[in-house]
């Protein structure tokens, strides 16, 4: 009887994308997409009343700026150890 071939082996990355469903593509797609809907939207809101209303309402712009900062902290992060 001839050796046994060792089985491949699946990395995480593969795992995660044979396991992941269409579905939970769906909702992370949408999740994201919300959520650079409602940033973009602080950021717009701020500079709106800054321009036109001459008032500077910080929380909008924490909002907005958090999400940038954390949006480039994951795609730095992913980049590197994926």
Not at 6 to 14: A, G, N, R, V
Request: proline share 5%.
């Amino acid at each position: 009887m001839p050796p046994r071939k060792p089985c491949p082996t699946l990395s995480y990355k593969d795992i995660r994308s044979v396991t992941q469903t269409t579905a939970a593509k769906r909702f992370t797609k949408s999740t994201s997409t919300a959520g650079i809907a409602s940033a973009s939207l602080a950021l717009v809101l701020f500079e709106y009343r800054w321009l036109k209303q001459d008032v500077l309402n910080w929380d909008l712009f924490a909002v907005g700026a958090t999400f940038v900062a954390c949006k480039l902290t994951l795609m730095i992060w992913y980049r590197r150890n994926d």
